[in-house]
């Protein structure tokens, strides 16, 4: 695959799907601890450190999604979103990957994810991985739900009662499977 991958989101939006660089992590680490204290999508209580960042986040690939277009001040593009991209399981379930994905906040809804899903399973399937799983969406986190549905993943699996959110409210944990052409 080249890249960056380029695309006009139905939003009208021009957008760059790339490799993270590493000017960009500490973009990525803070809107990755807003979601956090935000609480609803993953299962961290806590905003990460950098090295927890590292260990979470950049244990393999991790992609971004930058506003693209001519830049004459050759400022540093901004992040709309990001994912990873890893192993779900060692050795000889290797094959299986699990992703993450995040959005700035107040750019949900203007199809971000979806690019990101889409390159996702791209990628994925260039870099040999047979299956994606996801192991924790929170059964409360229905445009997830409704995006993974719409690419083609099945849901495998229940886990009653595996987030604690806010108020002391429980939410069940599904758990997603696609394999890869």
């Keep these: 695959m080249i890249f960056p991958l380029i695309k006009v989101l139905k939003s009208g939006i021009l ?5 993270m660089h590493p000017q960009e992590q500490e973009v990525v680490r803070a809107l990755l601890n807003v979601l956090l204290i935000e609480g609803k999508t993953y299962p961290q209580k806590q905003p990460l450190s950098q090295a927890e960042f590292t260990a979470y986040w950049l244990s393999k690939d991790a992609f971004v999604v930058r506003a693209s277009g ?9 992040i709309l979103g990001a994912f990873y991209l890893k192993p779900n399981f060692p050795g000889r379930c290797s094959h299986i990957c699990n992703a ?3 959005v700035q906040p107040e750019l949900r809804g203007y199809g971000i994810g979806r690019f990101m899903g889409e390159a996702m ?6 870099l040999g991985y047979e299956a994606v799983m996801f192991n924790l969406v929170f059964e409360t986190n229905i ?6 549905q719409s690419l083609g993943f ?25 394999t890869l052409p």
Excluded at 121 to 126: G, K, Q, V
Excluded at 143 to 148: A, M, V
Aim: no cysteine; proline share 4%.
């Design 15 to 19: 957008v760059e799907l790339d490799y």
């Design 70 to 78: 001519q830049d004459a001040t050759h400022k540093p593009k901004e």
């Design 100 to 102: 993450g994905f995040i």
């Design 121 to 126: 399973l791209l990628i994925a399937a260039n």
């Design 143 to 148: 445009p997830s739900i409704r995006l993974w």
């Design 154 to 178: 099945e849901i495998i699996g229940r886990i009653g009662r595996a987030a604690k959110l806010e108020n002391d409210q429980m939410a069940d944990a599904l758990m997603f499977y696609r």
